[in-house]
């Protein structure tokens, strides 16, 4: 029997990137997922729950809760946006009616590299990549997901794919949400030394499995001219020859 699957996808994904969306739906598909997509979904309140704003990110998981609340399994193409699902909606609505409801979501809510190497035991999901590829561990994924070799493993799997270590791969980018904007002369910084590691590599791609990330780590190479460029995880899997 299928695996039924609803898909998460945030706000990122939906307003700059959605064919990250649209590869995620093709590698669940191919490894046997029944996928879909509830149309009334908005932002999990990420972006105003790490700015302070914890009254206004709880309308927003509140109705993440409505919306989801008869998924048999939640998936998303973003570390970040799933840590906010299962570590802080319980810790946003923890003197509230629905905080046990919130925990229990959580617990049906993955990450897509976590679904696939965790929950289906997949590591090989016949993708195809002719090309070196160096990773980049996203903070939130890497750091309240425990994400540190479930999409290294994914990517071991992909033919035709040579991985190439990178220097402090697990080192923040410098988007960090908010702090990018807030902060702007430090996140590009660290942005440039992310930037510099990915060219010692000589990768022709360096990935990830937050979106955000890549966006600005794509940011810091096209304005350097460099030569790698950044993709999904989902989008390498979900290439084929």
């Not at 942005?191 to 590691?197: F, L, T, V």
């Amino acid at each position: 029997m299928a695996r039924k699957v609803s898909l998460f996808v945030p706000c990122f994904v939906d307003q700059l990137q959605p064919q990250v969306a649209v590869d995620a739906v093709k590698v669940l598909r191919r490894v046997g997922c029944e996928v879909d997509f509830l149309p009334d979904q908005t932002c999990c309140g990420q972006p105003a729950f790490n700015t302070g704003f914890w009254d206004e990110a709880r309308p927003c998981a509140e109705r993440f809760l409505r919306v989801f609340k008869d998924a048999e399994t939640i998936v998303s193409p973003s570390g970040s946006c799933t840590t906010m699902v299962r570590a802080f909606f319980p810790e946003l609505m923890a003197s509230g009616a629905l905080h046990d409801e919130a925990v229990a979501l959580g617990k049906r809510t993955f990450e897509l590299s976590e679904f696939l190497v965790r929950q289906m035991g997949l590591t090989d999901v016949g993708a195809s990549f002719a090309h070196t590829v160096t990773y980049h561990a996203s903070c939130h994924g890497l750091r309240e997901l425990k994400l540190r070799d479930e999409p290294l493993q994914l990517l071991r799997g992909v033919k035709g794919l040579k991985l190439v270590d990178m220097l402090r791969f697990d080192e923040c980018c410098g988007f960090g949400g908010t702090f990018a904007t807030k902060f702007e002369s430090i996140s590009v910084a660290m942005g440039d030394s992310k930037a510099d590691n990915i060219a010692v590599t000589g990768a022709e791609y360096v990935t990830a499995i937050d979106p955000s990330c890549l966006m600005h780590v794509q940011g810091i190479l096209g304005r350097r001219k460099d030569r790698a460029r950044a993709i999904h995880l989902a989008s390498i899997l979900a290439s084929e020859a």
